[in-house]
């Protein structure tokens, strides 16, 4: 019989304001049960700190320069993050945890993904086994280094016996998606993120207003669109540097061009550029996978009806889109439940990223394991 784990996955995404945690069983290979799941919320500090670094980090000569500021804020979420595993190791015995860290700035093209997390430390405060630095592997074999989750959307596909193939869309800070195909088997037949998810609503919406983003896309039910600033903008991204690249970082977007309007009315440009984006992606990607229909969505980006409605108007009628809840799996935590998935599989020497997914030379395991 194949032995199982118990793990702890734990994920902090682009939107910067808390962890996501969740408790699994699996043996890192076809099967996985979730125990718990909670999110446990930044302190203003902590949260402040984050989005003031991110606006400041963008290069390698950054990093140096905000070194000691980056230290300082990496000290608070590794001790943020021993609260939480010491509060859920109360409820079941833990063997290891999969600690993401919080990424301060990721780059494809300069091969720096920077998480911020002392596996070390986190190990020594919780006496637990610790597995972090999940992406810097992959790098090394020529990927680079996202997204990870691809193996794990594989193994919910095939737990929920879903018809293939199937797309997964995850909408976080960005975008990405997952399509599973029925070529020998069950294949991930392509992953990549295609773009902004809630980034840049959610920096427009911190930066013109006390809220950290748009509950539900009401913001955007009450703005107008600018429609010359819209134009220009998809014209810019189609036009992009890095046409071909398989990751993106939150610093690669940012609002200076809805500079100028109100709250509303930004919020409703960039909810609608950001739905044509992911549209666009969905229809040219999955015009490569024949009969797929069905796109099941995960991310807090789910939860926006606006930009959800948005991004249907820019699909087909024929594509079923529709949140991955409706499966009966929390899409809040599809992310943390995979990197106690991920965590489980650079214990056994897995691997965790494939050329498809990030672009690496051959299969890579990741992650280095703390063993207390």
């Known amino acids: 019989?194949?032995?199982?784990?118990?793990?702890?996955?734990?994920?902090?995404?682009?939107?910067?304001d808390g962890v996501d945690a969740s408790i699994i069983q699996s043996d890192g290979?076809?099967?996985?049960?979730?125990?718990?799941?909670?999110?446990?919320?930044?302190?203003?500090?902590?949260?402040?700190?984050?989005?003031?670094?991110?606006e400041n980090i963008n290069g390698a000569k950054d990093l140096k320069k905000f070194s000691k500021e980056l230290y300082d804020l990496e000290k608070k979420i590794t001790?943020?993050?021993?609260?939480?595993?010491?509060?859920?190791?109360?409820?079941?015995?833990?063997?290891?945890?999969?600690?993401?860290?919080?990424?301060?700035?990721?780059?494809s093209q300069e091969k720096i993904s920077n998480q911020l997390g002392n596996g070390k430390l986190l190990s020594q405060l919780t006496e637990k086994n610790i597995v972090y630095n999940f992406r810097q592997n992959d790098i090394k074999n020529g990927g680079e280094g996202a997204p990870l989750t691809p193996i794990f959307h594989q193994l919910i596909v095939k737990k929920l016996k879903l018809d293939l193939p199937v797309c997964i869309l995850n909408i976080g800070g960005i975008s990405n998606l997952t399509i599973i195909g029925k070529t020998k088997g069950q294949k991930i037949f392509l992953s990549r993120d295609i773009g902004p998810g809630n980034c840049l609503i959610d920096s427009w919406v911190r930066k013109n207003s006390s809220r950290k983003f748009d509950e539900d896309g009401l913001l955007a039910t009450k703005g107008k669109r600018n429609d010359i600033i819209f134009e220009q903008a998809q014209e810019l991204f189609a036009n992009r540097p890095k046409q071909n690249t398989l990751s993106f970082d939150v610093n690669d977007f940012d609002v200076s061009f809805v500079r100028g309007l109100s709250l509303e009315d930004g919020t409703?440009?960039?909810?609608?550029?950001t739905a044509k984006i992911i549209g666009t992606a969905l229809l040219s990607f999955l015009s490569n996978v024949k009969n797929t229909t069905k796109v099941l969505v995960c991310g807090g980006g789910r939860k926006n009806k606006i930009l959800i409605n948005r991004v249907r108007e820019n699909t087909l009628k024929s594509l079923i889109i529709q949140p991955i809840d409706d499966y009966g799996v929390n899409g809040d935590f599809v992310e943390s439940q995979a990197f106690a998935f991920l965590a489980i599989r650079s214990l056994l020497k897995l691997p965790i990223s494939f050329p498809e997914t990030t672009g690496c030379t051959n299969p890579s395991t990741g992650g280095e394991i703390i063993k207390y």
Not at 34 to 53: A, C, G, P
Not at 79 to 107: C, M, P, R, W
Not at 268 to 273: A, E, I, R, V
């Open 1 to 16: 019989m194949t032995k199982e784990y118990t793990s702890l996955g734990l994920m902090s995404g682009t939107s910067g």
């Open 79 to 107: 001790f943020f993050h021993a609260k939480i595993i010491k509060e859920l190791s109360t409820l079941k015995e833990i063997d290891l945890v999969g600690f993401h860290g919080q990424t301060i700035y990721h780059n």
């Open 268 to 273: 409703t440009t960039l909810t609608d550029f």
């Open 29 to 54: 290979d076809t099967k996985y049960e979730v125990f718990k799941d909670k999110y446990f919320e930044y302190d203003n500090n902590i949260y402040q700190n984050i989005h003031d670094l991110k």
